[in-house]
């Protein structure tokens, strides 16, 4: 597969970041195209004012910070929908954390873009359609004030998919309570999920101790 050298210039980082850039990669990378040189060009559309990266946004930064002023690119013709399709496809595929919010939103963009059914879109990416429903609902109904904590990890993606199927104000007061839990050790030193905050804090009176076993399932099959 050819490739051509495009100044860094007129390389443009795409407006669909599935991910942040990492420092920790960005830095090893650095290490090692000092030592070997960039062994993989980047993948780059091209736009009516240059290019956009659809795959590299690492090797680009890292490139940057080093003063190389080209870079191996293969040049595809691809459209806008094309690149954010490829971006979220390409990411939600790596063994790396990626914010639910994140993806809802781009699932949402494709689904109203592109395609007319969940299961269209699920064909097209390789994830189940119940993923996709998942992080859809966490961009449109989980509580706004919920999403740093989810970028920031301390909200589990089980739990925002969770907490996202109840009314902002239960979403809140449940993640408290998940919050109180995790901070008094009452999770047994796992993660502590909606279900553990069924086990370890009634939900029907909100104390800590057990209420009858019928309400308890009550409970356990609302969050189901």
Avoid: W
């Avoid at 980082?13 to 040189?37: F, H, N, Q, W």
């Amino acid at each position: 597969m050819d490739f051509d050298f495009i100044p860094i210039e007129l390389i443009q980082s795409s407006k669909y970041k599935v991910r942040p850039v990492d420092e920790e990669t960005v830095k090893d990378l650095m290490v090692s195209i000092r030592a070997k040189g960039l062994l993989q060009p980047i993948m780059v559309r091209k736009t009516s004012v240059g290019y956009n990266v659809v795959f590299g946004e690492h090797r680009l930064e890292a490139v940057k910070r080093l003063g190389i002023i080209q870079i191996p690119s293969y040049i595809r013709e691809l459209s806008e929908d094309d690149e954010l399709e490829l971006k979220i496809t390409e990411n939600i595929h790596r063994n790396v954390f990626v914010n639910p919010v994140v993806e809802g939103e781009f699932f949402y963009r494709l689904m109203r873009k592109r395609y007319q059914t969940v299961n269209q879109l699920s064909e097209a990416i390789g994830k189940s359609s119940g993923y996709i429903g998942d992080r859809i609902r966490v961009y449109l109904q989980l509580d706004k004030r919920l999403e740093s904590l989810v970028a920031s990890r301390q909200i589990t993606v089980g739990n925002a998919v969770a907490l996202s199927r109840y009314p902002a104000a239960e979403q809140m007061k449940l993640a408290e309570k998940i919050r109180q839990v995790k901070k008094q050790g009452l999770g047994g030193g796992g993660q502590v999920t909606v279900k553990t905050y069924v086990r370890c804090v009634c939900p029907v009176c909100g104390s800590q101790h057990s209420c009858s076993r019928e309400k308890q399932l009550e409970v356990e099959a609302k969050v189901e």
